[in-house]
């Protein structure tokens, strides 16, 4: 089974930056990854994803401002987040599917089959 655990959240103030990190399970392989987010009685959004391709997709309200990355000799996917601000609060989850290359809908929660625990990102004015 894979799974997924994410780490680095926290709280900090607007304009501030934070780095999440997502660790997958050792071995695991054919694998494209994202990023979502949720508030209680809010949907959730897909932040950023990553195809195994290295192609890379980004939600209009953080391009420019947040990085998806991976480290594959550390099993491991990043958020950079930059220029924080409140509407970045959120619970943000670690999710992936097995795919070849990379998938189409890419920040669409229905296309994902594995999920993190999540981590809690606060953001103050």
């Known amino acids: 089974a894979v799974q997924l655990v994410e780490s680095g959240g926290g709280s900090v103030q607007a304009g501030g930056s934070l780095r999440l990190s997502c660790a997958v399970s050792?071995?695991?392989?054919?694998?494209?990854m994202a990023w979502f987010r949720q508030t209680p009685g809010k949907e959730r959004e897909g932040v950023a994803a990553?195809?195994?391709?290295?192609?890379?997709n980004y939600s209009d309200s953080v391009k420019g401002r947040f990085s998806i990355s991976e480290d594959s000799a550390k099993n491991t996917l990043y958020l950079q987040m930059n220029n924080l601000n409140p509407e970045d609060t959120a619970v943000y989850y670690c999710?992936?599917?097995?795919?070849?290359?990379?998938?189409?809908?890419?920040?669409?929660?229905?296309?994902?089959?594995?999920w993190g625990q999540g981590t809690q990102v606060t953001v103050s004015s």
């Open positions: 999710a992936s599917v097995f795919c070849a290359f990379s998938v189409q809908g890419a920040l669409l929660g229905r296309v994902y089959k594995h």
């Open positions: 050792p071995g695991t392989t054919y694998l494209c």
């Open positions: 990553m195809g195994r391709d290295g192609t890379t």
